[in-house]
């Protein structure tokens, strides 16, 4: 079959698809850098004595700050997307 699109057409898809691994690569960083900082301070303050209401605030607030990172990465819509941005996605 004849290809449909043109030769920069192409280089952009190329560009694009790079730009996507550099972004996802980073947010996988990312992602797990929090998830390990989250559970590493978690762990310390449940095992650690205190004020009870403190560390119960503090456990919260961090387990929903790395659900909201976590649940943030994997809805994003650049899963399902090859290439990145299309001429489809004009009104975006």
């Known amino acids: 079959m004849p290809a449909t699109t ?4 192409d280089l952009v898809t190329a560009g694009q ?6 972004w996802e690569r980073t947010q996988q ?3 797990v850098f929090v998830s390990v ?11 650690r004595g205190g004020d009870d ?5 503090a ?3 961090l387990t929903n700050v790395s659900l909201l990172i976590l ?3 994997f809805q994003r819509t650049n899963h399902t ?8 996605d004009g009104g975006r």
């Open 6 to 9: 043109t030769f920069q057409d």
């Open 17 to 22: 698809r790079h730009i996507n691994v550099m």
């Open 29 to 31: 960083i990312i992602a």
């Open 37 to 47: 900082a989250v559970t590493l301070v978690c762990s310390t303050l449940v095992l």
């Open 53 to 57: 209401t403190l560390r119960m605030a």
């Open 59 to 61: 456990f919260m607030f």
């Open 71 to 73: 649940g943030t990465y």
């Open 81 to 88: 997307k090859t290439g990145g941005v299309s001429s489809k």
